[in-house]
């Protein structure tokens, strides 16, 4: 993303005519890491939280850290993290909360699966992404460092696959988009789905 330095990370806009959900919905943010979901979803959980609309996240790296700690990475552990994720999705959005989920999950048939198990128009996929390079110049958790040393062996995107989105509600290029315009994108996408992002007018000074 864009350094956005003495910017406001999050803004918040009333659209005319617009409505908060009125149930439950998932937000299934996948993409290689480093690619930015884990600031988007933090970010739209900011302004929906501050428009009084319930909202959660559910972050890949939390969850291995307690709910997926005893999974590896292999590509049946993967398949049971998405699982496991999906299905607390599942209970969350029941509960009438806006789910943020910021997961890899690199394969095609498990995010599949995951939105197999709810009703239609309730899961949203969002293909968040920038080309490797930008995601290893910024390498927040050293992995790509890690992994070009030798130190790490399959890292999402490197040397195990990642399956891009054929038809992602929305898709969010970081490496062009800021990161307040990634989060306009996605509170829009809950707010009013179907709406298109447009470039911000310029501030005047």
């Not at 690619?35 to 302004?47: D, E, F, I, M, P």
């Not at 972050?59 to 292999?74: A, E, K, Q, T």
């Not at 307040?180 to 809950?190: F, G, N, Q, S, W």
């Amino acid at each position: 993303m864009r350094d956005t330095a003495g910017e406001e990370a999050v803004t918040i806009v009333t659209v005319p005519g617009s409505e908060a959900p009125s149930s439950g919905r998932v937000i299934w943010l996948t993409g290689v890491p480093a690619s930015g979901k884990t600031t988007v979803a933090n970010g739209a959980l900011a302004v929906l939280r501050a428009a009084g609309i319930h909202a959660c996240t559910l972050d890949g790296d939390v969850l291995r850290r307690g709910l997926s700690s005893d999974l590896g990475y292999s590509r049946e552990q993967r398949r049971e993290a998405v699982r496991r994720a999906a299905h607390v999705a599942h209970v969350l959005s029941e509960q009438g909360q806006v789910v943020l989920v910021a997961l890899v999950s690199p394969y095609a048939d498990d995010r599949a699966a995951a939105r197999a198990l709810f009703p239609a128009g309730t899961f949203m996929e969002v293909y968040v992404h920038a080309p490797l390079a930008t995601c290893r110049a910024r390498d927040p958790k050293g992995h790509y460092s890690l992994s070009a040393a030798g130190g790490l062996s399959g890292l999402t995107g490197v040397d195990s696959p990642y399956e891009p989105p054929s038809a992602p509600e929305l898709a969010l290029d970081t490496a062009f988009l800021t990161p307040a315009e990634c989060v306009d994108a996605v509170v829009a996408l809950i707010v009013t789905p179907g709406a298109t992002l447009r470039p911000r007018a310029p501030v005047s000074p």
